[in-house]
């Protein structure tokens, strides 16, 4: 089981992915911005990190480089669907950049997110 803190300012899309990677056997916490993602690894241990990146309070980019100078064994998978000022990929490729170890853009499937998860925990047997 893998222990995973989900970010994302979308209430809906933030339910959808809690919803499917507990389903995949994974303890999953939430935050609705950067801000209550800090505060969460700073209450309890995560093995990874799921984050977007265009977020109120405190975007994706930034939270992505504190987790990476206090935390630096959590994983991190970046997302974005792009902003009025950037796409997508330049986001994304930002994110890498400063420490995401990998990166989706959105939309993206169920299958592709496990595949991603497993890339980065590939002795975890509870993902399908």
Excluded: C, W
């Excluded at 809906?12 to 935050?31: E, W, Y």
């Excluded at 977007?52 to 992505?64: C, L, N, S, T, Y």
């Amino acid at each position: 089981m893998i222990k995973i803190l989900v970010v994302d300012d979308d209430d809906i899309f933030r339910g959808l992915l809690k919803d499917s990677l507990t389903q995949s056997g994974n303890k999953i916490v939430t935050a609705q911005d950067g801000l209550r993602a800090l505060r969460e690894l700073e209450k309890q241990r995560f093995d990874m990190v799921i984050t977007d990146i265009v977020m109120p309070e405190k975007e994706g980019i930034e939270v992505i480089r504190e987790i990476k100078a206090k935390y630096p064994d959590v994983k991190i998978i970046a997302m974005s669907g792009g902003s009025p000022f950037l796409h997508a990929e330049l986001n994304l490729k930002l994110a890498k950049k400063v420490g995401a170890d990998l990166a989706l853009q959105k939309p993206f499937m169920q299958n592709e997110l496990i595949a991603s998860i497993n890339q980065l925990f590939p002795n975890n047997s509870n993902n399908n």
